[in-house]
């Protein structure tokens, strides 16, 4: 549905995104990872056809964005920017209407209306969006962004600044255009909230450091582990454990932390050896690093220059 | 067309929720209009003097006359009519200066808000915006123009010599209110448009903008000093010079349109 191919682009001497490539499928939420000044905001703006790329393309469909496509593409694709930009004078009634017309949509008051309903606003519509507070500002952005049902949604930042509540409704909704078989691109510094809902992370940095699902870049970096809590002090069990040819065991309390090459087949036996040696188990689970940690390991992999060369490979 | 309407109409709208933009102009318009009431009506009315006794003003009035115009008003009548038909030009200055605020704001105005983003990732062309921006400035000057001559022409039938307000119903007069005028607007606020897609506050663009009315001001210098004489010929290809100015001015303004210096440079 949306695809990024050797996608380059600079600014002058300074190389803003290089080689990214990558292709996305319908219902897939990608994420978009990197500092400030990764290239994250100037891909977003490549795949809505803002900005054209210095080499490489973006394919939305089967079609590829050009100079000549983008204005008729940009009819598939919604954009939130990052910061809702709705005109403050206007109401939200008037901010969608104007969308909706820009769109070319055939019903624009029945589109605005619809969409009002489906993002909670309909009491709000007549409402100064200067009188919005600011989850409902980035609601109607977010509305305003998919007023004309693209394909690909390209959010920047969707829930930058908002408060527990009101980022979990915008979770909800991109869940929900997920259900309906949009392509959505995120690019967020919220990593807990990546990990929650993105199907593949990709980390940049200018270039492409790593992309993948979560747990893969997890598996991938820091290996498979296994927690297991016990009731007695942990410290006990890791000469236990040593025996039966696990060297890698953190402790911490009353919990034990194990790698494993392969979860499946160790979790039986190192359950077995423990009971065996009078462990009284609380639990046992794979262990998953989290996402901020695979993203630090990764950038600081990437600052160093042998390690970045390693990554690439 | 429906995409430019849209823009047009969402320009509207935001006028109306800020009317403040256009007081300017209209306090602009009213002093303007006053200027000739005081010239030809109230100081010679203070001074118990006829305008018609200036030997200035009657040379001028002849060289008028010469054209065959206001035959048949008596002498007060017509240089009151010759005075009210020579601040005309002014006049239509004014709502243009107004308006200048709303177009030199147009595109700097969307990017600081930091609406203009949104705005260009729908389908919207570069002339669409454009157009949209200059057409959401120029219908408020058009009908400011509009008002402002309705007002002055009933003010010159109410307070002047009786007959003096055919000066504004003659075809010069009204091919500088309604041709002249506004393609001069429209010119001016393109060219405020243009900077306003250009430079980084709206300041710079009003004031490169302003610029343009110095043709009219030199118009209106040149015209009451006897140099110059707008007659419905030269104004019909002043305003067909000023249609071809304008279609160059929407080619030059798509042209210095450049979305990707928008977006990334300015702050």
């Known amino acids: ?313 | 067309m429906s995409r430019l309407l849209a823009l047009v109409g969402k320009e509207m709208a935001d006028l109306r929720r800020n009317p403040a933009l256009v007081f300017p102009a209209i306090l602009a318009g009213s002093l303007s209009m006053l200027l000739p009431f005081v010239v030809a009506v109230l100081v010679p009315s203070l001074a118990g003097e006829r305008l018609s006794d200036s030997s200035d003003i009657a040379i001028a009035l002849e060289r008028y006359r010469e054209h065959g115009a206001l035959g048949g008003l008596d002498p007060e009548a017509a240089a009151q009519a010759w005075i009210f038909q020579q601040f005309l030009v002014l006049l239509v200055l004014t709502p243009v200066t107004g308006a200048m605020a709303i177009a030199a704001a147009s595109i700097v105005g969307e990017k600081q808000a930091r609406t203009l983003e949104p705005l260009l990732a729908t389908p919207l062309s570069t002339f669409e915006l454009l157009a949209g921006k200059v057409l959401g400035a120029f219908l408020p000057a058009l009908a400011l123009t509009a008002a402002t001559y309705v007002v002055y022409l009933a003010g010159v039938a109410a307070l002047a010599e009786s007959g003096a307000f055919r000066a504004l119903l003659l075809p010069a007069s009204l091919a500088v209110t309604f041709l002249l005028g506004p393609l001069l607007s429209l010119a001016a606020l393109q060219l405020a448009v243009c900077v306003s897609s250009r430079v980084n506050d709206a300041r710079s663009a009003q004031q490169i903008g302003v610029l343009v009315v110095l043709p009219l001001t030199a118009a209106f210098v040149l015209q009451i000093t006897g140099m110059l004489r707008l007659t419905v010929p030269l104004l019909g290809a002043a305003a067909l010079v000023l249609v071809g100015v304008n279609a160059g001015l929407m080619l030059l303004g798509i042209r210095l349109f450049d979305r990707e210096s928008i977006l990334t440079r300015w702050k």
């Open chain 1, 1 to 313: 549905m949306l695809s990024a191919s050797q996608l380059t682009r600079r600014f002058g001497e300074r190389v803003a995104v290089d080689d990214l490539t990558f292709e996305l499928v319908p219902g897939e939420i990608f994420a978009l990872l990197g500092p400030n000044g990764a290239g994250k905001t100037t891909t977003l703006r490549m795949l809505a056809g803002l900005i054209a790329p210095s080499s490489g393309s973006v394919g939305v469909g089967s079609e590829i964005l050009t100079r000549d496509t983008a204005p008729r593409l940009r009819s598939r694709i919604g954009l939130l920017t990052e910061a809702p930009g709705l005109w403050e004078r206007l109401t939200v009634r008037q901010n969608l209407l104007v969308y909706a017309r820009l769109h070319g949509l055939p019903d624009p008051p029945r589109a605005v209306d619809e969409a009002l309903e489906a993002f909670g606003l309909r009491d709000r519509g007549g409402d100064l969006a200067a009188e919005l507070s600011k989850g409902l500002r980035q609601r109607a952005a977010l509305a305003r962004a998919l007023l004309h049902r693209p394909d690909v949604v390209l959010l920047d930042e969707p829930t930058a600044g908002l408060d527990p509540a009101s980022a979990r409704d915008v979770r909800a909704l991109v869940q929900q255009l997920r259900s309906e078989r949009r392509t959505i691109v995120i690019s967020s510094h919220n990593l807990d909230e990546v990990e929650r809902m993105a199907d593949r992370v990709a980390v940049m940095r200018a270039r492409l450091v790593a992309l993948d699902t979560p747990a893969a870049l997890h598996a991938r970096l820091f290996g498979a582990r296994v927690r297991i809590a016990v009731r007695q002090p942990a410290a006990a069990f890791v000469e236990v454990l040593a025996r039966a040819g696990f060297a890698d065991v953190q402790v911490q309390d009353r919990t034990l932390s194990v790698a494993v090459d392969d979860e499946e087949s160790a979790t039986p036996v190192l359950v077995r050896r423990l009971v065996e040696a009078g462990a009284d188990l609380l639990s046992v689970a794979r262990e998953q690093a989290r996402l901020e940690d695979v993203y630090l390991h990764l950038l600081d992999s990437e600052a160093a220059p042998d390690a970045a060369r390693a990554d690439r490979r």
